[in-house]
């Protein structure tokens, strides 16, 4: 076990970028943090709901919302359980996150959001086979960005997609009734 966390922090520094190279990445890494995604879903949820659009829009929406719920509580819960500090060369420099969760490495929570949120459009909207791989080709690309922003080691991005499509298979499993009972309580 120990040659794979010499690997996986070795690698982490491979792939570390530096100013200014770094500083695109930030972009990513705002655009796939919790706090737009819960508040934007949430807003959206309501409209949704209080809009009356068509109940197969309202269920989809309320699948997106506990899935990014499940997706905080999950990540956040195994971060605090495994506390892996984050890598060395990392720079505590992204000032909206959780004060305790944040301040572990393991599983990245962009990266189970990002595929969770993958795996829930591919089964929620008919997408062009294209679009379906490109939006995972994003995935991969958010999931290098965390190791190259210093925030993530390796292992923690790949379990993190790998965290991120069993949340949105719980997700998708929930019975309808459970749903809208869960998503009436926050609206």
Not at 19 to 44: K, M, T
Not at 92 to 112: K, N, V, W
């Amino acid at each position: 076990m120990d040659a794979i966390w010499r690997l996986d922090e070795e690698l982490s520094v491979a792939l570390r970028l530096d100013p200014p190279n770094r500083d695109y990445l930030f972009i990513i890494e705002w655009l796939f943090h919790g706090v737009p995604w819960i508040g934007g879903s949430f807003l959206w949820a309501a409209a949704a709901i209080g809009g009356k659009w068509p109940n197969d829009t309202q269920d989809k929406i309320i699948l997106l919302n506990i899935g990014l719920f499940l997706d905080l509580l999950i990540s956040g819960a195994l971060k605090i359980f495994v506390q892996r500090p984050r890598p060395l060369h990392n720079r505590e420099d992204f000032r909206y996150g959780a004060p305790i969760a944040d301040q572990f490495s393991f599983p990245s929570g962009h990266t189970t959001r990002v595929a969770m949120l993958a795996r829930l459009l591919e089964t929620l909207v008919s997408m062009d086979p294209i679009l379906n791989k490109l939006m995972w080709l994003f995935v991969g690309c958010v999931a290098v960005s965390r190791v190259s922003m210093g925030r993530h080691h390796p292992t923690d991005v790949i379990a993190g997609v790998l965290i991120g499509i069993l949340e949105a298979y719980m997700t998708l499993a929930m019975p309808l009734g459970l749903r809208r009972g869960l998503i009436r309580i926050f609206i």
